[in-house]
């Protein structure tokens, strides 16, 4: 049992502490998933992108807004400027609980921009998502 | 892959660089941690995040089964096919290429076809094509899809066309609609009643109803609504023949105007003029007179004017004769001869067998080959009297002499004066007995005496007599009506002698 005389140098040792060492390390970045399947993504299709946002740090973390870009396709002939992302940014401004899957977002939408050229080369391609929290 | 795993990077480095401290808050981080508070409230750290995920694109297939077909002759092609088995194409285009796939052009727009189906291809020159379709979607095309070459050789020879009576046409000809066949070089189309030509001859009226079945080389054309004129008692003749360009090949030439000789039918749809009244034969008319159409005959036998006793003849188109009794004056009344009498050169005879007694009408109508009947005649009135009147009553006889071996016998009285009874009287003079007296054993009888005002007085003459039998004679006395019926014999009665 401490003594009651020693409750106040334990809390300034404490408070000391948490100033010298318990000051938080920068956090860990969020991670974003997207969880709504886009297959067989057509001309002039319009499909609805949504996710998750897991929070690895062991603090609530803010966020602001996201951002979603079609980055790279597997097909050089049919590259990025063939697709479209409505809704980006988006804004995003809410607490993220540590832990997965504590924030979901939706309202971003894909879209094969129908072109009057032939978009054959796009036919079959794998488009990459890339996802931004800001 | 590359560029995205460098945005991640580049995502960390933000995220150190962009992370702040909110120092004035960790008192009330502290707080919150040694109270228990929640820690969503109490989110202080802004910071960055990334993520990523790739979405595939379909693939638009090219539709199935694709076939060209061509009919020899025909300068089109069809081509068929069925539905992409996946991409949910929204059209198809079809393309024809000339030159064997060095170039293509559209022969069937998208916009045409926005489902699995077909397209022809119209008005080709002669040469060998493929087709292929093509699968739309938005802007995507599927792998194309190809069918079978196909060769064009179009028919430029016009078809010719002949048109002739169909079988079992007959002509001439009452009964409509006539049929007509057209036999053609080749297969063709199109043929309807706006191609055909019916050209009424002399004789022949109305507005032709032109019916046309048929396909392939031979078509049916039926022509009816037509008849001939009163005057044209032989009627007239309807040509029928196909005009230029009435049907089309699989060539699309147009057949030519129709030839032929036996595209004619006579139709005659007029009966015979309206006969006179029929004549009664004299041999069926019994009686007083052959020509009173009074009589008893079992059989009336008529005949044609020209071996009766009337007058008129025969119309030459008519065929045969029907024989109606009991007509009334607006109807035919009853037939006679259920089997028309043929007219042989002008004549004919038609047999009433076993009419009853009575007042009978008679009228013909005549028919000609084709079955036209004329309109009913004018009657005849023919009496069947077949009974016998009562016998006459004889209430004087004398006998008179009249030389050395003959005398007069004349009996007088009263005659059955009922219609058509006031035929004549008979008077029988018998020897002997008075029971003994009858027609079979008179020694004579007198000439037949025509009767009027209900009396009579008839004498017969007897001679050869021998000496002594004046003052023996006895009288019967029969009546025959105008019909010709005789009466049973009076009572006899003894004739007294007179000076």
Known sequence: MIPLRWWGAVWFIGVLALLVLGVPSPPGPLEVRQTGVVRNLLPGDVRELRGVIDNPNWLPMTTVRLEAEVTATSEPDCGPEFFAIEGSPLELERAVDPGRANAVWSGLHISLVPAATAEDACQGVEATIDYTLR | ??????????????????????????????????????????????????????????????????????????????????????????????????????????????????????????????GTYQYRVVALKGSWTAPLAAANPITITRDTVAPTVTVARASGQVTPTRTQPMSFTATFSETVTGLTAAGVQVSPGTGVQGTAVV??????????????????????????????????????????????????STNVVTLDTTGPVAPIAPVLTTAS????????????????????????????????????????????????????????????????????????????????????????????????????????????????????LTGLLSADVTASGAYSNGTNDAGSVRVYACTGAAANCTVGTALANGSTTTLTGGVYSATASVGGLLPGVLGQF??????????GNVSAPSAPRQATTVP
């Not at chain 2, 006895?474 to 019909?483: L, P």
Request: net charge positive; proline share 5%; aromatic share 4%.
């Open chain 2, 1 to 126: 892959m590359r560029h995205s795993a460098s945005r991640k990077r580049h995502g960390r480095r933000k995220a150190s660089a962009g992370n702040r401290r909110r120092l004035l808050l960790l008192p009330a981080l502290l707080l919150s941690l040694v109270l228990g508070l929640p820690t969503t409230a109490l989110a202080y750290w802004t910071t960055t995040g990334s993520g990523q995920r790739t979405a595939p694109t379909a693939t638009l297939a090219p539709p199935a089964s694709v076939t060209a077909t061509s009919t020899t002759g025909s300068n089109s092609a069809t081509i068929t096919w069925s539905a992409s088995p996946s991409g949910a194409p929204t059209g198809y285009r079809v393309e024809r290429s000339a030159n064997g796939g060095g170039s293509w052009t559209t022969a069937c727009a998208q916009a045409s076809y926005p489902t699995a189906g077909s397209c022809t291809d119209s008005a080709l020159a002669n």
């Open chain 2, 211 to 260: 019916g046309v079945t048929g396909s392939g080389t031979t078509w049916t054309i039926t022509v009816g609504g037509l008849s001939s004129t009163s005057a044209a008692l032989n009627g007239g003749t309807v040509t029928v023949s196909l005009l230029a360009n009435a049907a089309q090949d699989v060539g699309g030439n147009g057949s030519l105007a129709s030839t032929g």
């Open chain 2, 285 to 400: 008319d019994s009686g007083v007179s052959s020509t009173d159409r009074i009589t008893n005959a079992a059989n009336l036998v008529f005949s044609s004017t020209a071996s009766g006793t009337g007058t008129g003849t025969v119309p030459a188109d008519a065929a045969n004769v029907r024989l109606y009794h009991d007509s009334t004056a607006s109807g035919a009344g009853t037939l006679v001869n259920a089997t028309p009498a043929t007219v042989s050169n002008g004549n004919f005879s038609i047999t009433h067998t076993a009419p009853t007694e009575g007042v009978h009408y008679y009228s013909l109508v005549y028919a000609d080959a084709l079955g036209n009947l004329s309109a009913q005649g004018p009657r005849l009135m023919v009496t069947v009297d077949r009974t016998a009147p009562a016998a006459p009553t004889v209430t004087g006889a004398t006998q008179r």
């Open chain 2, 474 to 483: 006895t009288v019967i006395v029969t009546q025959t009506d105008i019909a």
